[in-house]
């Protein structure tokens, strides 16, 4: 079962992260559409940022794999949290281990953590 976490907890997990491991940048990765990022984003603020639409994942795994590791930690981003429920579950079930799904998405993010992203 995946993690659901909250963008208002999100910050307490990202802090959690680079505690644990000084050296890891945590990763939020957002599987929208072009489009949509055009027109609504977060912004990197003490982890990395990464968009790859949902339907590149699975032509872009080895890389994701090579690049991070199984083990880096992961937090996808879509906009209401169901794309990035199913793309969290697809890198669990491809061997990744630290990954959750930012429920509500970029939507709630907009809501709780950030106004100043548009809502959609």
């Known amino acids: 079962m995946i993690a659901q976490l909250s963008p208002a907890d999100f910050p307490a997990w990202r802090d ?3 505690a644990a491991a000084p050296a890891v940048l945590p990763l939020v990765l957002d599987v929208r559409e072009p489009w949509e990022l055009q027109t609504a984003s977060v912004k990197e603020d003490g982890f990395a940022l990464m ?3 949902m339907r590149d994942i699975p032509a ?3 890389e994701l794999q090579q690049t991070l590791g199984s083990d880096h930690p992961i937090a996808c981003l879509c906009h209401h949290g169901m794309r990035s ?3 969290a ?3 669990t079930q491809s061997g990744f281990t630290e990954v ?3 429920q ?3 939507d709630a993010w907009s809501q709780q953590v950030d106004p100043s ?3 959609y």
Do not use: E, M, T, W
């Open 104 to 106: 509500g998405g970029i």
């Open 51 to 53: 968009h790859i639409p």
């Open 85 to 87: 429920l199913q793309v």
């Open 89 to 91: 579950n697809y890198l």
């Open 60 to 62: 872009r795994l080895a």
């Open 16 to 18: 959690s992260v680079k």
């Open 117 to 119: 992203v548009p809502i």
């Open 100 to 102: 959750v799904n930012l």
